[in-house]
């Protein structure tokens, strides 16, 4: 795609009811960029969570009330890997035997994008201008890395930042254990995931984590917070709109 | 031993403590699971090893019905007898009366998980017929009366102290926990039982309908034995792990031996195909293959999940699930675990018996990511939850849970209504109020979500949503 005129945002729920200030990092990212934002009210969740529970039905309600807010957005993008992943790659699956619904899932998925994917991949950007000072790991999170693919856009981010080092832990790919309504249904497994993820987080040194889903990013917190653990959990949009 | 899907959480939450489990288990995954995937490129199919291998699948399991004829055409041309058992029952009973027939005393057996699905073993017992073990690990968990914990690491989750252990009480050696002096005893015990047993059972890894052979990989040499010592032998095979030509046999076994074991060969692969021909110095007088379709034809029929057919159980999703990692084989209640068992074990033990297989992953998605047939577990195991969300007729599933139905119901309708979710999220930040917090997140959450609060804070919503700092931004600037 090519630098488009106008950056339409969804703002995920978690982030719109709970980590509000992730959003407006984000925001403060694409201005620099010199990009004109706008923001439909109407917009709420992609569907995921019922998605990932099996309630398909009730996804594609809200699906398609997706498709609908976005309908005549001209580039949408989201600070969370896996919501996007489920517009590119799911919706699909919900509406497989309409293909007029199909037709418009097709562009909404095209037009969809990632944060960071964005920046990297749509606007050639690596260097934001941004400064961190400190030590930071990369959490990859499991849909944004094995469903988007990026991988390396968020690394590319972070090694422009001045000041920061980017610290790799061991098996940054692999699940910190949070899957959604998982998390409470199985709450011995899914924490001893979590509990392997911060022993890697640790184990850097580094003093700060830093992922592209505040889905994962609240999991982990949520039990160094529990734990008090000396972790500080960023979304990398935080990291990118920091100025000196 | 009983097996049962229905106690997956229960187990879980006490392997989840199991810290020599852990270690056994990240072994295999440093070791075998997270280097499969570099193995499979430097195949001649390069980057595009797993697709290939996958269509081959695919093109087998959709013309499966030929593939068998021509496989069961060729192995009858050579002398053999096949039996096509529908049920694990059938397949159980026709072992039997090979087994009466040759009046057999002593059964020894390769390695097989199939041997496991049918419950073979207990059957032979029960017909008084002393059933051995001969792959060291299937060994040592029938020495221990324990199912196998891994598709193929039978005994990962022992250390050698504790085989020590079991086998100076069990075989009345003394204790020691070396490796090569415990073979070494497992060896001669083993030797014996293979010199004198009537019968022998393995299982097939793959096999090929044009050539008409079995394949059978192993790197302990067992196999061989028990496939050409005693007077008869039997190949168990699922119907499904059949290689149309010779030529997609061999993509299929180089893909099989590097994600089960990190080998570009195992150490021995036997072809095996009918009884001893007259040159021929060794080999079973009678040669049976029994294939075992027990669910796997309903499986077939459905175009949704017929995918999970194209697994070569190579066991390679185990070694990379976090999940399997952390909780080990025994938890899943079935003898097919991990990832490949939480698809397969629903679809044929019934999916409301194995509702937490289908719900207690994450679906991160690493296991189709190291599959070497690119079998997508995640999207099966997704599509399976959505059965017990609203049932379904075909596969018989009742709705799992009508309160979780209609919390999602009512959730879905007011998230589609940007009104409705304002003003459920300003009651809900007027009720956060009276739950307990510290530093800002909540301890404790009522009702299901409680789960979280178990071990984690959770995150307070904000005093102004985004879009309410949006809106205000904007009123801001327009008054600029």
Known sequence: ?244 | MEQNPLKYKELAAKAVQDKQLHKALGKMRDKVGRNAVKLYKELPTGAGSREAAKEVRRKIVDNLDVVLETLIESIRARGGHVHLAETDADAVEYCLAVAKRFEVRRVVKGKSMLSEEIRLNDALEAAGIETVETDLGEYIVQLKGEAPSHIIAPAIHYTREQVGELFAEKLGVPYTSDPPTLTAMARKALREKMLTADMGISGGNTACAETGHVTIVSNEGNIRMTSTMPRVHIVLLGIEKVAATLEDHDILLRMLTRAAAGQKISTYVSYVGGPRLDAEPDGPEEFHLVLVDNGRSRILADPDFREVLHCVRCGGCLNVCPVYMSIGGHSYGSPYCGPIGAVFTPLTRGINTCHHLCQGETLCGACKEVCPVDNDLPRMLSLLRSKLADGDRRWNVKPHSRIEKLIFGAWSVVMSHRGLYDALTALARAGQRLLPRRNGWIRHLPGPLGGWTRGRDFPPLAAKSFAQRWARRSTARRGE
């Open chain 1, 1 to 244: 795609m090519t630098r488009p005129k106008r950056v339409t945002l969804f703002i995920q729920c978690i982030v719109d009811s709970s980590f509000p200030e992730v959003g407006e990092a984000m925001v403060k990212v694409l201005e620099r960029q010199g990009l004109v934002l706008d923001y439909p009210e109407g917009q709420t969740c992609c569907g995921q969570p019922a998605f990932n529970a099996g309630y398909r039905v009730e996804a594609a309600r809200l699906a398609r009330h997706y498709l609908d807010v976005f309908e005549d957005a001209e580039a949408v993008v989201c600070p969370s890997g896996s919501c996007v992943n489920m517009v590119r790659h799911h919706y699909r699956e919900l509406f497989a035997r309409d293909a007029r619904l199909l037709d418009r899932v097709e562009r909404a998925a095209a037009k969809t994008y990632e944060f960071t994917e964005f920046l990297v991949d749509v606007l050639g950007v690596t260097d934001v201008g941004a400064t961190w000072n400190g030590e930071v790991t990369y959490h990859d999170s499991c849909h944004l890395l094995r469903g988007l693919g990026v991988k390396d856009q968020p690394r590319a981010l972070l090694s422009k930042v001045r000041g920061l080092r980017l610290v790799e832990m061991t098996r940054s790919d692999e699940c910190c254990g949070f899957g959604g309504t998982f998390s409470a249904k199985y709450p011995e497994i899914s924490e001893a995931l979590l509990e392997t993820k911060l022993a890697n987080i640790q184990a850097t040194g580094a003093g700060t984590v830093v992922g592209c889903d505040m889905g994962c990013l609240m999991h982990m917190q949520g039990m160094i917070r529990r734990r008090e653990l000396p972790i500080s959990v960023r979304h990398i949009a935080e990291i990118l709109a920091g100025e000196e």
